[in-house]
């Protein structure tokens, strides 16, 4: 499993969009990148997964450069409610297509914090 | 949008007593998980089901903890001598798939207070 890096912390302003960069220089080929939201006293939720390039959807985008040893999910004009932990996970995500599952393994995540 | 549904969400027990954390997954999926979070630290993997049997399972998930799916719908995580170090959040995840294709749906938790 390949070992992902995160800042800490973030703090933003409503309105600002957010950067969070998380590295992964040990992704193998099969890797694709996954994030996922937490609120407080909630369970996480996925927000958005890719291989490479840009991918968007209604929420975020990912941006992953061609050397994927990186990636950056982009949140566009923030609010309070996106004060949240975002965890980056990289990983095979064929694997449990034989029946087992696979399980998500978490880091520590970055705390988004969104301030007026 | 279809949700993972769980109960209680705030369970106080006493130590060395049972408990049964209930979960009903989103109706079409296949893959059950159980995660649980002690406070301020990260998510961590417990065990995940699938045809009805465990497929995979964490050194945390010990003889004191049992999965069940007893009726085609609720999926269920059994502590059976709670401990102090057994307080934590609880979240059990479904997937339509063993693959992350689309990401797991987690539910909102249950709170596992052991005094």
């Known amino acids: 499993l390949a070992k992902t890096t995160q800042p800490i912390s973030m703090d933003s302003y409503e309105g600002q969009e957010v950067n969070i960069t998380c590295s992964h220089n040990?992704?193998?080929?099969?890797?694709?990148i996954t994030w996922y939201q937490q609120f407080p006293s909630q369970g996480p939720r996925f927000i958005i997964q890719?291989?490479?390039t840009k991918v968007t959807n209604e929420v975020a985008s990912l941006f992953i450069p061609a050397d994927r040893k990186s990636s950056t999910l982009s949140l566009p004009r923030v609010s309070l409610s996106d004060t949240a932990v975002y965890y980056c996970?990289?990983?095979?995500?064929?694997?449990?297509?034989?029946?087992?599952?696979?399980?998500?393994?978490f880091g520590t995540g970055t705390q988004l914090k969104v301030e007026l | 949008e279809p949700e993972v549904t769980q109960t209680p969400s705030h369970q106080v027990t006493q130590m060395g007593q049972e408990v049964i954390l209930r979960c009903v997954p989103i109706?079409?999926?296949?893959?059950f998980y159980w995660y649980r979070q002690i406070l301020g630290q990260k998510v961590e993997f417990l065990v995940s089901?699938?045809?009805?049997?465990?497929?995979?399972k964490s050194e945390i998930f010990d003889d004191q903890f049992s999965v069940e799916r007893p009726d085609g719908s609720n999926f269920t995580l059994k502590i059976r001598s709670t401990k102090l170090e057994d307080s934590a959040m609880y979240f059990c995840a479904s997937s339509p798939r063993g693959d992350h294709n689309y990401g797991y749906t987690f539910g909102s938790g249950t709170r596992l207070t052991v005094v």
């Open positions: 089901f699938y045809n009805n049997e465990i497929s995979e």
């Open positions: 040990n992704i193998a080929t099969n890797d694709y």
């Open positions: 996970l990289v990983g095979d995500i064929n694997l449990g297509l034989t029946g087992g599952g696979n399980k998500l393994t």
């Open positions: 890719g291989y490479k």
């Open positions: 109706s079409n999926h296949l893959y």
